[in-house]
């Protein structure tokens, strides 16, 4: 039996970013998005570039170095939106702009304040001019999901007679149950008279927990696109999980029709990788990603996977990219070895000067910790990464004493715009006396919202990778900071969130409401 393809189209950088607290910065979106070319997803939506001039640049950077994948862009249905979408696209290889207009009752009514009549002129009109940037235009009816279906398959007719190749289907608010989900797709598919001529595909939003069994409701009724994010990253409760969608599609080829193009070893790599830029942890039991996904703790299920593997496992853990901890490096390792064991890892760094900085940060690690992984290496490659784009702040040094019965106390250097300042502060703990410190010599008027602490490999040996996540003024920064000694690991997340917040950036929500 031949198989359709089933497009997997990745908005980790575009609708994962827009969850509180996740926002990217240019360089650490290049990163992802190098990390999903590599898995071979196929379409990358890289952001929303009149969301900002940030926004602009990181889908021009990632649409000029991704070559594999195709690059698209976010645009409302706004001659402006579509323009500065067609500029940032310009650079790059193959590219697509996915504009949209919302046409349920609701949102024409009350957000819009626009008759069905202008939903349909505004929709027809933006496609044709995403065409003149691009050949490959998708259309997505915002809240689809609660809009009416005579009114649904007329813009949908009308978008694809002006160019659309591509019609997304959102479910935007998490509202849709699949049963009925299936069969909205398959009621369009039959009753839109030009459907042949585009590729139809979902986009859920998981409020009801239901994203992934909607989308894939949806791929049994014929829709051969399915939009997703890592770890299930997205606005609210998040979008579908890539890693999901494909392994179930993967493993249930009994009941799929269709097939996915997607490097699965890269999986478990790139998770982490969104995990720690992002700073969104991922919980132990979560589906393929999670710690304890192919732990067996039961006596009984260890023995049944013991004697033969597909007792209790459905798929192989290697499969998704789990790995035992593998030694690649060590002190005695030069900088070839470190140069082509990036390589290998797809990590490609920006200069010859950050290659520099990783390599001196990997010898100085090297002398404290004899074995090297590629855990490690990734997590090396993030810090030279932040500290070469943010460089307001500067721990030069940090001393702390705890006592037991004592209060503690943090003593630290920094440099703030070149010149070195010292605080100190007493805390309730080390880490909050560093913090502590570090505040009474920036004041910085944030609030601290999260906390957290990994181990990037195992043993007392490993590193702590920190992520800090920073609050001001409603704007909502992550750090990172990787070091065997965890309060280091600390100060140093800290400082890498301040200069992220003391980078004043200005950003529209694509939803807004100003179409
Ligand atoms: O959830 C949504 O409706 C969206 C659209 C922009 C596709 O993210
Ligand atoms: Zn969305």
Request: glycine share 8%; aromatic share 4%; net charge negative.
């Amino acid at each position: 039996m031949s198989r359709d393809r089933l497009i997997i189209f990745d908005t980790t950088l575009r609708d994962g970013e827009q969850s509180p607290g996740a926002s990217m910065t240019r360089e650490e979106k290049v990163r992802i998005a190098r990390a999903l070319e590599r898995m071979r997803v196929d379409v990358i939506e890289a952001g929303f570039p009149a969301a900002s001039v940030g926004d602009f640049e990181a889908v021009r950077v990632v649409a000029e170095a991704v070559r594999e994948s195709t690059v698209c862009g976010l645009a409302r249905a706004l001659d402006s939106d579509i323009e500065r979408a067609g500029e940032a696209l310009a650079g790059g290889g193959r590219t697509r702009i996915h504009t949209f207009i919302a046409t349920s009752p609701i949102h024409m009514r009350d957000k819009l304040r626009m008759t069905p009549e202008q939903v349909v002129e505004r929709a027809v009109h933006a496609v044709k001019l995403a065409r003149r940037f691009t050949d490959d235009v998708e259309f997505s009816p915002e809240d689809a999901g609660r809009s009416e279906a005579d009114f649904l398959c007329r813009v949908l007719e009308a978008v694809i007679e002006a160019g659309a190749g591509t019609v997304n289907i959102p479910d935007t608010v998490g509202y849709n149950i699949p049963e009925q989900f299936g069969s909205l797709i398959r009621m369009l598919r039959e009753r839109v008279p030009n459907a042949d001529r585009a590729v139809f595909s979902v986009h859920c939003h998981n409020d009801l927990g239901l994203a992934v069994a909607n989308s894939l409701a949806a791929v049994a009724n014929g829709a051969r696109q399915v939009e997703c994010t890592i770890n299930g990253l997205g606005e609210r409760a998040g979008n579908a999980a890539l890693e999901e969608v494909v392994m179930t599609v993967r493993t249930r080829q009994d009941v799929f029709p269709c097939s996915v193009g997607i490097d699965t070893t890269q999986i478990v790599p790139t998770s982490r990788l969104v995990s720690s830029i992002t700073g969104f942890a991922i919980q132990p039991n979560k589906a393929i990603v999670g710690a304890n996904a192919f732990a067996h703790e039961s006596g009984i299920h260890q023995d049944g996977v013991l004697k033969s593997r597909e007792t209790y496992e459905i798929m192989r853990a290697e499969d998704v990219g789990w790995s035992a901890n593998r030694m690649v490096l060590g002190k005695h390792s030069g900088r070839n070895a470190f140069r082509n064991r990036l390589q290998e890892l797809g990590i490609e760094l920006a200069s010859e000067e950050e290659l520099n900085r990783a390599f001196a940060r990997f010898k100085a690690l090297a002398d404290k910790k004899h074995e090297i992984f590629d855990e490690d290496l990734q997590a090396l490659v993030t810090e030279a990464g932040t500290e070469a784009e943010n460089e307001r702040v500067r721990l030069v040094a940090l001393k702390v004493c705890s006592e037991t019965g004592e209060t503690p106390h943090a003593h630290v250097t920094l440099t703030v715009d070149g010149a070195e300042r010292q605080g100190r502060a007493p805390g309730s703990g080390v880490v909050d006396a560093s913090f502590k410190a570090i505040e009474s010599i920036i004041a910085s008027g944030t609030e601290l919202q999260l906390y957290s602490v990994n181990n990037i490999t195992s043993g007392t040996d490993a590193q702590g990778e920190v992520t800090v996540r920073l609050e001001k003024g409603g704007r909502i920064v992550n750090g990172q900071g990787a070091d065997t000694d965890i309060v280091i690991a600390s100060a140093k997340a800290y400082v890498n969130a301040l200069n992220k917040i003391l980078v004043p950036q200005e950003r529209a929500h694509p939803q807004a409401a100003d179409v």
